[in-house]
């Protein structure tokens, strides 16, 4: 009987193909598709005003007290900052995924991998509470600044009417900070691995028709790191939007998209409200992902 199977199979590869897939593909189908349909699906309820209780009928009226001016500034304040976040991170991971793939030795190499991987290897939570206590009105950066004699120009900033507030760590600044810092792995590392790809070869051709380093680096190796940007930039920007422990660690009392999803499901009860928060940052993604494929960033994951 054993062999028999095993010949029918062998003469059958796309069975075989078909049993080895069936497992994951039912579960992705069940628990991530049908989850994710579900939820969509609860955003078309809506919650009655007078009993609290959730109406199973299709309408719109959800979608209605979605796009309300105060909701729509949670949508605008999101979309803000996990663009800010995306441009920061890949500023500041570009140079050292620079280094890590054109200039680093094998022991540098190692060791500054193993320094952009670390903290992922801590919690969380453990990281954004360091970063409240590093950016509070007691912290090291108030007291260097104060060392430094700067009081003045944090003060100064913390003034600012979008970005400040009573202390860095109760601030739109601190928030955009701890982004930057908890996502920035994510960032460096496909773009290091897309400028590992970049032909040496096309480097020294621009370099005997005449180009400058300068204009090597933006005809030749700029372009082709934008692959390994773009893959970055979806892991950066995906991941703030839907994050609620950074902004209420840090921030203030505005909302972000993740928080408010966690209000309207929690204390309010409101769950097709807060399903239907958690489509807008699908589509954003939806909308974000058409564009990164166009740049090759699926090439670089």
Request: aromatic content about 10%; charged content about 10%; some cysteine.
């Amino acid at each position: 009987m054993p062999f028999r199977v095993s010949t029918a199979l062998h003469r059958r590869p796309g069975l075989v193909l078909a049993l080895l897939l069936a497992p994951p593909l039912a579960w992705m189908g069940v628990v991530y598709l049908g989850s994710l349909l579900a939820l969509v699906a609860q955003s078309f309820f809506h919650l009655d005003d007078f009993s609290g209780v959730v109406v199973r009928r299709l309408t719109l009226a959800t979608y209605r007290d979605l796009f309300t001016p105060a909701h729509g500034d949670i949508v605008r304040r999101t979309a803000v900052m996990a663009a800010a976040v995306t441009l920061a991170d890949a500023v500041l991971a570009f140079p050292l995924a620079y280094y890590l793939a054109r200039y680093a030795g094998p022991r540098m190499r190692a060791a500054l991998t193993l320094a952009v991987l670390m903290p992922l290897w801590s919690s969380y939570l453990v990281r954004v509470y360091f970063w409240k206590l590093i950016l509070a009105k007691e912290g090291v950066v108030s007291w260097a600044f104060a060392r430094m004699g700067l009081t003045p120009v944090l003060d100064g900033v913390l003034s600012l009417p979008v970005i400040g507030g009573p202390s860095l760590s109760v601030s739109s600044l601190g928030t955009f900070i701890a982004f930057v810092y908890v996502w920035l792995p994510y960032m460096v590392l496909p773009v290091a691995a897309a400028l590992e790809r970049v032909p040496r070869s096309c480097l020294e051709a621009s370099a005997d028709l005449g180009a400058r380093p300068a204009q090597t680096f933006r005809n030749v190796t700029l372009p082709l790191a934008l692959p390994g940007l773009a893959a970055g930039a979806i892991f950066t920007f995906s991941l703030t939007l839907g994050d609620f422990v950074v902004p209420g660690a840090l921030g203030n009392s505005s909302l972000f998209i993740g928080q408010a999803v966690l209000a309207y499901q929690g204390t309010a009860g409101n769950v097709p409200l807060a399903a239907a928060f958690t489509v807008v940052p699908m589509a954003l993604m939806a909308v974000f992902l058409v564009v990164a494929r166009r740049l090759g960033a699926f090439e670089a994951l």
